[in-house]
């Protein structure tokens, strides 16, 4: 446990770039005055979330390997990371929907926690819906840059690509498409969509594991 925490200072340590480049972009992002819709600057802070797995992956695996971590070590880690992070993510994302969106007295300001139906529920399970959401994205991005070097990493990315290019134009596909969304995002029963997000993530981070055996600098 010791070395774990150990671990997750050094990585969230390590991951300023994200931080910064987040921070900067729901900073300055604006919206036209001219228009009628304007995005709320708290869905650009779903970056952090984007970004981190990116430099767990590629830079702060082969640089903890290097100083002595074990692979269990660092992967347990990266969890425990993506866990804070995720429930960090959220909390901001829903203060500033809370606090800032509503000063826009101009403008429907625009925010994924209502896009996706979250706030049909009350402010906490709308926060943990979006934290566990965003724990999915993590884990989920984690485990596909796990696999790149592999050779069942790439099949896994011709079957995503596939999957979109021939479930999209096709009615009948594009529904299931649209359906799996609907479960795994835009799901407004809080408490199903609690247990789905956390069992797949539960699910996808078993064989994060298993490809992290496999895994060399």
Sequence with gaps: MKATLSIVKRLLA???????VTAVVVL?????????????????????????PF???????KKLIHLGASK?????????????LAFLVSLLNTGIHLLIDPLNHTQTVINLM??????????FFAFVQQAV???LSMVFLHVLLSMQPHWYGWL?????????????????????????FKVIM???????????CIGVSAALSAVGLTVLKQKTL
């Design 133 to 135: 959401f965003l724990l």
């Design 28 to 52: 300055c992002a604006t919206t036209s005055g001219d228009s009628a819709v304007a995005l709320s600057n708290g869905n650009y802070t779903w970056l952090l979330a984007v970004l981190t």
């Design 14 to 20: 390590s991951n300023k770039i994200s931080f910064i």
């Design 55 to 61: 430099f767990f992956v590629f830079y702060d695996f």
């Design 156 to 180: 896994t990315d011709i079957i995503l690509v596939a999957i979109i290019c021939i479930f999209t134009p096709i009615a009948p596909l594009r529904g299931l498409l649209a359906g799996f």
């Design 72 to 84: 269990k070590d660092f992967y347990f880690g990266a969890l425990v990371s993506y866990v804070g």
């Design 114 to 123: 209502a896009v996706c139906g979250w706030m049909e529920n009350n402010v």
């Design 186 to 196: 835009f799901n407004p029963n809080a408490l199903a969509h609690i247990s789905i």
